[in-house]
């Protein structure tokens, strides 16, 4: 439970629709993410505003970024978007056991969950 207050800050940065929108984006172009001025008219969001969301998604570890010549290129943390789906998984169903305790696992290719024979 030592993750919680990490967690609830990542929840949290993605609480809002621009920010929601940025990471359906970069999710929908994963691995290779887009620089800023594609983020920016593909969602149509000024750049001052799109420069603060951007900022707190990082700030919350949700995108990397990196620097290609003059532009910057966003890409989803799909490693620690993955933690966090982990994370809220964890106690799916622990308390009625209707899902098998080794089948609440979250790997890099889908969730696995199997209900009680």
Same mark, same amino acid.
């Given at each position: 439970? =030592?993750?919680?207050?990490?967690?609830?800050? #990542? $929840?949290? %940065? #993605?609480?809002?629709?621009?920010?929601?929108?940025? #990471? /359906?984006?970069?999710?929908? #172009?994963?691995?290779?993410?887009?620089?800023?001025?594609?983020?920016?008219?593909?969602?149509?969001?000024?750049?001052?505003?799109?420069?603060?969301?951007?900022?707190?998604? *990082?700030?919350?570890? $949700?995108?990397?970024?990196?620097? =290609?010549?003059?532009?910057?290129?966003?890409? %989803?943390?799909?490693? %620690?978007?993955? =933690?966090?789906? /982990?994370?809220?998984? %964890? =106690?799916?169903?622990?308390?009625?056991?209707?899902? *098998?305790?080794?089948?609440?696992?979250?790997? *890099? *290719?889908?969730?696995?969950? /199997?209900?009680?024979?």
């Amino acid at each position: 439970m =030592e993750n919680v207050p990490k967690y609830a800050d #990542m $929840l949290s %940065a #993605m609480g809002t629709e621009p920010r929601l929108r940025i #990471m /359906q984006l970069l999710l929908s #172009m994963h691995p290779d993410g887009l620089v800023v001025s594609d983020i920016q008219s593909e969602l149509d969001i000024p750049n001052s505003t799109l420069s603060h969301h951007l900022d707190k998604l *990082k700030s919350e570890e $949700l995108v990397n970024v990196r620097r =290609e010549s003059t532009f910057l290129r966003y890409t %989803a943390n799909t490693e %620690a978007l993955r =933690e966090l789906l /982990q994370f809220l998984y %964890a =106690e799916c169903c622990t308390r009625n056991q209707s899902v *098998k305790p080794q089948a609440r696992t979250w790997s *890099k *290719k889908s969730m696995v969950r /199997q209900p009680y024979a």
